[in-house]
């Protein structure tokens, strides 16, 4: 996340809850993870896994405009259940070039990561398989395609894919 006002990339963790506001109004709290944390960034990638309760945040833009390739995973991510915590994979199989400004979803199903395009027109796809960190060692695979800078995704799980919203 990045301060609202000096453009200066954080590491802290918030959670909405009663996001949609059908349960109550919505509110921030913030989370004080165990472990270490990953280095402070923007314009990275975060999605949930719902069935674990995992954050999975991948790559971003650190301090110095430099581009970030890790991935890290927040166990406990909705601040329920015990005590949050920050691991860091090390994942198998060829890693990503440091891309912020990509796109990510993730296909609970097959817990997989797929992420696509990104900083400087990234012409790729990578997918991470074991991605929460629970059901295996985690590994990047690639396939190259036509990509776009700083673009937006939704994934649509039944079909295993990945579509660019229409604009206005």
Known sequence: MRGPLCDIPLNDTWVLSNANG????PA???????????SPRGYHNAVYDA?????????GEGAGNSSLSDIWVLSNAN?????????????TGNTPDAQDQSA???????????VFGGGN??????????????????AWR??????????RRV?????????RPATA
């Open 22 to 25: 059908l349960g109550g109004t």
């Open 28 to 38: 921030w709290t913030e989370l004080s993870p165990t472990g270490s944390l990953p």
């Open 51 to 59: 069935t674990s309760n995992r954050m999975i945040v991948y790559s």
């Open 79 to 91: 601040g329920l259940g015990g005590t949050p915590a920050w691991t860091q994979l090390s994942p």
């Open 104 to 114: 990510a979803v993730y296909d609970p199903t097959t817990n997989t990561l797929i």
């Open 121 to 138: 027109y990234v012409n790729s796809v990578w997918t991470l398989s074991n991605a929460n960190g629970l059901t295996g060692t985690p």
């Open 142 to 151: 690639t396939s190259s395609l036509m990509g776009w800078w700083g673009h």
């Open 155 to 163: 994934v649509t799980p039944r079909k295993r894919s990945m579509t």
